[in-house]
């Protein structure tokens, strides 16, 4: 009998046990949703991969996937994972086929890594998905402009002008239209990872001479930190008026990167070791933004681009009176905030607290350090972390640096 009850209840069992499995997996579902609303993305991956495993359609779960791998993405991005972040959106991309999210985080995850030109395809695919969006314009305005076509920068930026972008875009016009004026007549040569535009007034020989130089701090500043930049780096060579007519710089800057490096040449005829020196203290603050992704502190930057400069050409030392120094919250503003006069000793000063951290344990925790700062680590954190190895957290360092800096 018992035997018999058994072969009555099966095919019952049989038929609720898809009822049961489609339980447990909204069960799944809800958790997974709890999950990532709390923050836990990782965990709440893995528990709607098996909802979606357990669900009769697996399409219940997409919307959910699709969101947490969006999220994913983001938190790599701001931890400084460019290519752990394309994973994430492209995992989103199969779930959210119809949402232009995932391309236009694929396009900032490349823009991030300095491959405007991938970005480009990433935004022209959210741009068909969603229409002409002002963030979207905004965004293949600055990789078109990365790569140097400015006409294609400003007729998007102009687009998103018109449909209804204000503020951050109003500001990129103003500038695209100066640079599109003080390029419009510049040579093109290129050499390495670096595109050269330079002004009639500036010779070939001499834009040749650049380029070598450049690529020499490619390969000198490259072993010193370790790292050297796949994406390609525009230069641009400027007569003396047009370079502070587009970049709004102060009388006393010798040149400027802002994602390009800008060169005042106007009336230089040839190479020598003043220019060499600037070309390695712009080419040093294109490591420092690519490693440490725009946290590093200013005294630390500055004081870095010094010590590359500075192996071709010493300034003279800044004549002030004995004992004067600037306070060390001076430092971590921009420079072109401080009265001319001195930013001298504010170059001086960050020079030699850079070069001490390089005496006490030479280049690879340097190197380190602003790989930690640009994956959003706290200052303290990532100086404990780099540091570690010669026995050095940032009170200790601080003494060495000797200075009361706040970071």
């Keep these: 009998m018992k035997s018999a009850r058994y072969c009555l ?5 049989l038929l609720l046990l898809p009822l049961l499995a489609a339980a447990g997996a909204e069960s799944l579902l ?6 990532l609303n709390a923050g836990q993305i ?18 219940q779960a997409s919307g959910l996937l699709g969101e947490a791998y969006l999220r994913l993405g983001m938190q790599r991005l701001n931890a400084g994972g460019e290519s752990t972040a394309r994973e994430a959106f492209a995992n989103a991309k199969s779930y959210l086929p119809d949402d232009p999210r995932p391309w236009q985080g694929t396009a900032i995850a490349w823009l991030h890594a300095g491959q405007a030109a991938a970005a480009i395809g990433e935004l022209h695919e959210a741009l068909a998905l969603a229409g002409e969006q002002p963030e979207l314009l905004i965004l293949l305005g600055r990789a078109h402009y990365a790569v140097g076509d400015l006409l294609q920068a400003e007729e998007n930026w102009q687009k998103a002008t018109e449909l209804g972008g204000t503020g951050e875009v109003t ?24 595109t050269l535009a ?24 490259g072993a010193d930190l370790g790292y050297y930049p796949e994406a390609d780096i525009p230069v641009l060579l400027y007569a003396r008026e047009d370079f502070a007519a587009v970049t709004r710089s102060p009388q006393w800057a010798g040149g400027l990167y802002d ?48 010590i590359g400069g500075r192996r071709h050409f010493k300034p003279p030392q800044p004549e002030v009176p004995a004992g004067r120094s600037l306070d ?29 951290l390089v005496d006490l344990c030479g280049w690879p925790p340097i190197g380190e350090l602003l790989q930690r700062l640009g994956t959003g680590e706290p200052w303290d954190q990532a100086v404990a972390g780099a540091y570690a190895p010669c026995g050095y957290d940032w009170p200790r360092l601080q003494v060495e640096l000797g200075g009361d800096f706040s970071r």
């Design 9 to 13: 209840l099966a095919p019952v069992l």
């Design 30 to 35: 809800s958790k997974g949703s709890d999950l």
């Design 42 to 59: 990782s965990e709440a991956i893995a528990v709607l991969h098996d909802a979606e495993r357990q669900l009769p359609d697996r399409s």
């Design 171 to 194: 500001a990129l016009l103003e500038k695209v239209r100066r640079e599109r004026q003080a390029e419009s007549t510049m040579r093109r040569n290129l050499a390495g990872r670096f």
């Design 198 to 221: 330079y002004a009639p007034g500036v010779s070939d020989s001499l834009a040749s001479a650049v380029l070598d130089t450049l690529q020499d701090a490619y390969n000198d500043l």
């Design 259 to 306: 994602g390009k490096i800008r060169v005042p040449l106007g009336g230089v005829q040839r190479m020598d070791n003043s220019l060499k020196a600037l070309l390695y203290h712009e080419y040093m603050h294109v490591l420092v933004r690519f490693l440490g992704k725009g946290r590093v502190p200013i005294w630390l930057n500055e004081g870095l681009a010094e």
């Design 328 to 356: 060390p919250a001076a430092l971590e503003r921009s420079f072109a905030e401080l009265p001319a006069e001195m930013v001298p000793l504010a170059y001086a000063q960050s020079h030699a607290r850079a070069q001490r």
